[in-house]
């Protein structure tokens, strides 16, 4: 009898642990509440988790994550401090950022940034700790080290606009309308078509269109740029008029001579991530024959018109997207049928909170 009391027994507990779901499951689950804004659903499935697994790091990351989303910001410090004090390497990074979040978002900027630059020492140079380094500083007033770890976070990864978006905010609040006006240019490429990217292309037009007056500092020469020689040659190309056509036309030609003209510049004597990055890639697509589509593509949010032009010149759009990927451009001759340039010139956000 008991032999048979202890089989039934093993059985009962058996069945009992496979009835309840594994700490990766519900984790799963949670993951899927969390994507749909359903934070507190999420929340309680990872406490499940963590009664199944108590040492779960994914389970207490992820509801660290949630109660950032919540805005519980005490409670998203409490569980991802919990990961960063064991060191666990595979949710390390992710657990700095939550914090340094949370504590930025409490206005602990100093905290931030030191925790920020804590994760550096221990997880190296990754692309998101020097893009949220870039932030708090920024949010603190302090350009200059937001340019600094802004250009990082690019030099690691040129495919996340948010980077580029900021770096561009944080140059014009410097002044630095010449570089701004790239960085503005590149973000739109990378992000055509959102409502930042509208935002973003009406402070871009703004950096050509200011009247600048004579003897103003952001006429003098700055990193090899001959910012009056730039600024002259945007004044011929203004027409007056306001209306949209006028305007497109503007931006297109502005930008074609400024693209022009900072080649012109270039030398072997220049560095930074102007001369080696900005003005060569500008200058390829300038030579690549797809320019007109290019700025009809960077202009779509703000331009009606640029959107329209998008959707009816397919044969136009296919070339420059394939040229685009893989730097392959139609024959000449083919060109030819498609252009009439006489000229030879030729894709996360706290950025928007921060503005």
Not at 3 to 11: A, H, M, P, S
Not at 292 to 314: D, G
Request: proline share 2%; charged share 25%; net charge negative.
């Amino acid at each position: 009898m008991r032999k048979v009391l202890t089989i039934l027994f093993f059985l009962f507990t058996t069945l009992t642990i496979y009835a309840q779901p594994s700490s990766e499951k519900l984790i799963k689950q949670g993951v899927t509440l969390h994507d749909r804004g359903k934070y507190k659903d999420a929340i309680t499935l990872y406490e499940e988790a963590l009664k199944v697994n108590p040492s779960s790091m994914s389970a207490m990351y992820e509801m660290s994550l949630s109660y950032l989303h919540l805005k519980d910001y005490d409670k998203a410090i409490r569980y991802s401090e919990r990961i960063i004090s064991s060191n666990f390497q595979a949710l390390l990074m992710d657990a700095y950022i939550v914090k340094s979040t949370a504590l930025a978002s409490q206005r602990k900027m100093p905290d931030a940034i030191r925790l920020l630059n804590e994760a550096l020492d221990k997880c190296g140079g990754q692309y998101l700790l020097h893009f949220n380094l870039g932030l708090c500083y920024f949010n603190n007033k302090d350009n200059k080290m937001a340019i600094q770890h802004l250009r990082k976070a690019i030099e690691i990864d040129a495919t996340h606009s948010s980077a580029f978006l900021l770096y561009a905010y944080a140059l014009n609040d410097m002044e630095r309308w010449v570089q701004s006006f790239y960085a503005f240019h590149f973000f739109l490429l990378l992000e055509p078509n959102t409502e930042r990217a509208k935002e973003a292309f009406g402070e871009m037009f703004d950096l050509i269109n200011t009247k600048v007056d004579a003897g103003s500092e952001k006429l003098n020469p700055e990193e090899g740029v001959d910012r009056k020689r730039i600024y002259d040659l945007i004044q011929t190309k203004k027409t007056g008029a306001t209306d949209d056509i006028s305007k497109y036309t503007f931006f297109e030609e502005a930008s074609k001579a400024i693209f022009h003209t900072m080649s012109q510049m270039e030398n072997d004597s220049l560095n930074g991530l102007l001369w080696y990055f900005f003005v060569p890639t500008y200058e390829e697509i300038l030579g690549s024959g797809h320019f007109e589509t290019y700025c009809r593509y960077v202009s779509v949010s703000y331009f009606p018109a640029s959107l329209s032009w998008w959707e009816n010149n397919k044969t136009q759009v296919d070339h420059f997207i394939e040229w685009f990927e893989h730097g392959q451009s139609p024959s000449l001759e083919e060109e030819d049928a498609y252009w009439d340039d006489e000229s030879e010139l030729g894709t996360e956000e706290d950025v928007d909170s921060a503005q």
